[in-house]
């Protein structure tokens, strides 16, 4: 039992890369072109596309706050406890940062019923997503391992 934050830590970093640089989502139009873009692909391509702040805004939430929230709990599963009645700022952070782990799970969950409603594309998840939302899984089971029902900062 004592191995399963580490296990979990190490399995939710490499789900979370595997996340980033695996194709999502898979567009088949007209049955003859499809596009299969990562999280990374879709970033890049929506700043090429002069979408800056729409990039940005993915970027944020789809990368830099899944990698601050695995080094936060990193560090609050290695840091020494603080003193009794007094929270650290990891313990203030991780609840923050927890909010927002699903939240591009379900931009892309709303981008593939668009595709299809719309009879424009077909879309079918790839294993990007599946590794990503395991990984976002991983980090809130982690956070609750860390930060037990009760426990407030």
Do not use: C, N
């Amino acid at each position: 039992m004592i191995l399963v934050v580490p296990v979990l830590l190490v399995l939710s970093a490499l789900f979370l890369a595997f996340g980033l640089v695996l194709p999502l989502v898979r567009f088949e139009k007209l049955y003859f072109f499809d596009e299969t873009p990562s999280l990374i692909d879709i970033v890049v391509s929506l700043w090429a596309q002069e979408s800056g702040g729409l990039a940005v805004l993915v970027a944020l939430f789809s990368i830099v706050f899944p990698v601050v929230k695995l080094f936060a709990i990193a560090l609050e599963a290695t840091a020494p406890a603080p003193p009794a009645g007094k929270a650290s700022w990891l313990t203030r952070l991780l609840p923050i940062l927890g909010k927002w782990s699903m939240m591009d799970v379900m931009l892309v969950a709303l981008v593939i019923v668009a595709a299809k409603t719309s009879g424009m594309a077909s879309a079918f998840t790839q294993p990007g997503l599946w590794f990503y939302a395991a990984s976002a899984i991983m980090t809130g089971l982690l956070q609750m391992k860390l930060r037990p029902h009760g426990a407030r900062p």
